[in-house]
């Protein structure tokens, strides 16, 4: 970052202060995909370190890891049988210290992703604790004693059978929100929030600078387990999560260990209304620091499509809350949802790269720290998986046997499945045109995207308008200025049907963001706008202004620098 900027972000900035994760670019690595270096079609911590110049290149500052510790791998590491130890899929304790002092020593801090609403049936708490109903650990989890009958329907994000699962050991049912090899860990225990805080201190003592605590708004429940009136269902984050004593343990959690390591911590999914989101992420309240709400991933139904109206609203919307208060995460796609282009741009050929490179320049041109999720870079693509014996993901066959019991239309379900299906999001990186897209030297654990032979870093590496280079250009432009970290957000025409514009402005810079969201040039009117510079990232060679009146080439995604002010 430019000094000079940041003086007048700090003065600019009233409430919260200046911090490294909000001024960070933020890349998300699947590490079983991400590159497989000892033939055994998994991606690899030696793969990652491998990459490391790649992952400089690019610019980002931050990498967060979805999980690799031992696990049996029901929902591909969401379900921890240990906490402190490295699946030898991913490699060794030394290769994890290897690969965070290369990251380390390029400036790119790491977000260890934190599972702890629930472990794995292989856990040794959960072995003990379906022992017997006198086991110490027995209170690790949450039970319902068969001789009180059957405990009160609770549903399951996975599982088609509900989140109670008899277990006949001891004639009792546990809870699991997940899977039923994914119990729920009871936060109500202080015995259990010990050992978790111990499990964080161990890796913050390693030196990860940050966690991702996963589906942590679920840790925290009514363990009457009453039953609930007609309707809940319809508010499954509300009645199933974010009861109040969550936010006496994120303090605790705080204090144990985010303040004396001085981390930061997100928290995945951030409840129901701006108000949830805020009592978990506000400075003051000294509990997590950035929220990663989901509105923006529920744009998107069964289809390719949506409405820019919605788009629009959910992000002016979540701005406008969080403009004086809190900080956001800003991301469109992860490893639990299909492609960025396939999903909210255009994969057809013509348009695959310029409406990537247009997603691309929203992304790093809003308030909150942008994620990107590796192959983003490049425009990767959803893969075609129309039958459900291809597929391999828990909550895929989940849904597939829910639809099926339902009397869905199973051609209809496959037909979602395939645009909607977070494997799509899981496919190999395409490093480069040769077998299996340079990621491992045998077939993959999943298949490559076909189009890898024109879709893949060596390529675009070579093409200055890549959508790769477009990626580097925008991060830097990010780095280079505050205004585009901490300046306010303002949207301009907001009902125009095909183009999304606003402006950035901290102090006396201004930036304005143009960005058409159709397949067609389109003119908009900005009257409040004078002063137009020349752009300073375009992904088209022209820029067509008359007067007040700009027009945008299809999925034209341009900034400028204003000098109205
Ligand atoms: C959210 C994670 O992102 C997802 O991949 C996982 O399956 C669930 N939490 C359960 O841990
Ligand atoms: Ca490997």
Not at 10 to 20: N, V
Not at 362 to 380: H, I, N, Q, V
């Amino acid at each position: 970052m430019k000094d000079n900027n940041y003086i007048h972000a700090q003065s600019g900035l009233e409430k919260d202060a200046r911090a490294w994760w909000k001024e960070g670019v933020l890349y998300q690595i699947y590490p079983q995909s991400f590159k497989d270096t000892n033939g055994d079609g998994y991606g690899d911590f030696k793969g990652v370190i491998e990459k490391l110049d790649y992952l400089e290149s690019l610019g980002i500052t931050m990498v967060w890891m979805n999980p690799f510790f031992g696990s049996p791998l029901v929902d591909n590491g969401y379900d921890v049988s240990d906490y402190t130890s490295i699946h030898p899929r991913y490699g060794t304790m030394e290769d994890f210290d290897a690969m965070l002092e290369g990251l380390h020593s390029r400036g790119i801090k790491f977000v260890l992703d934190v599972v702890v609403n629930h472990s794995s049936i292989e856990h040794v708490w959960f072995q003990q604790s379906r022992s017997s109903r006198d086991n110490i650990y027995r209170d690790y989890y949450h039970w319902w004693p068969a001789e009180k009958g059957t405990p009160p329907f609770r549903d399951s994000i996975f599982d088609p059978e509900g989140a109670w699962q008899f277990d006949e050991k001891t004639n009792a049912y546990y809870l699991h929100y997940f899977a039923k090899e994914q119990p729920d860990l009871n936060w109500e225990n202080p015995k259990v929030r010990a050992e978790i805080y111990e499990i964080m201190k161990f890796w913050a003592q390693k030196g990860v600078d940050g966690f991702r605590m996963d589906a942590f708004q679920y840790a925290s429940k009514d363990t009457t387990f009453p039953e609930w009136p007609k309707g809940h269902e319809k508010e499954y984050d509300k009645w199933y999560g974010m009861r109040p004593q969550l936010h006496d343990y994120l303090k605790e959690m705080y204090k144990e260990v985010i303040e004396p390591y001085q981390l930061f911590a997100v928290a995945e999914g951030s409840g129901t209304t701006f108000q949830d989101a805020h009592d978990l992420v506000d400075a003051e309240r000294n509990e997590l620091q950035v929220a990663y709400h989901f509105d923006c991933r529920d744009i998107v139904k069964d289809v390719p499509s949506y409405q820019l109206s919605d788009f629009k609203a959910v992000f002016s919307k979540w701005d406008d809350s969080f403009k004086d208060k809190g900080w956001l995460a800003i991301y469109l796609s992860n490893h639990d949802v299909s492609r960025l282009v396939s999903r909210y741009g255009n994969s057809a050929p013509a348009f695959r790269s310029l409406s990537t490179q247009m997603l691309n320049t929203f992304l790093l041109s809003m308030r909150g720290t942008p994620y990107t999720y590796y192959g983003d870079e490049l425009g990767m693509t959803n893969i075609d998986m129309p039958t459900i014996e291809e597929y391999v993901d828990v909550s895929a066959i989940g849904d597939y046997h829910r639809a099926k019991a339902a009397g869905e239309d199973m051609t209809e379900f496959m037909k979602k499945l395939n645009f909607n299906s977070r494997e799509n999001g899981r496919t190999p990186m395409q490093w480069d045109a040769t077998v299996n897209a340079g990621f491992s030297s045998v077939k993959p654990w999943k298949k490559v995207n076909e189009n890898y032979l024109e879709i893949n870093v060596e390529a675009q590496e070579k093409d200055p308008k890549s959508v790769l280079n477009h990626f580097r250009k925008m991060v830097q432009l990010r780095k280079d200025h505050a205004v585009l970290v901490y300046g306010d957000y303002q949207i301009l025409d907001e009902a125009h049907p095909d183009i999304y514009a606003y402006t950035r402005t901290l102090k006396d810079k201004q930036f304005l963001v143009l960005l058409n969201f159709s397949d067609t040039e389109s003119t908009i009117t900005l009257p409040q706008v004078v002063g137009i510079l020349k752009p300073l990232i375009n992904n088209y060679d022209a820029f067509e202004i008359i007067e007040d009146r700009i027009t945008l080439q299809a999925y034209q995604a341009t900034i400028c620098e204003l000098t109205n002010l």
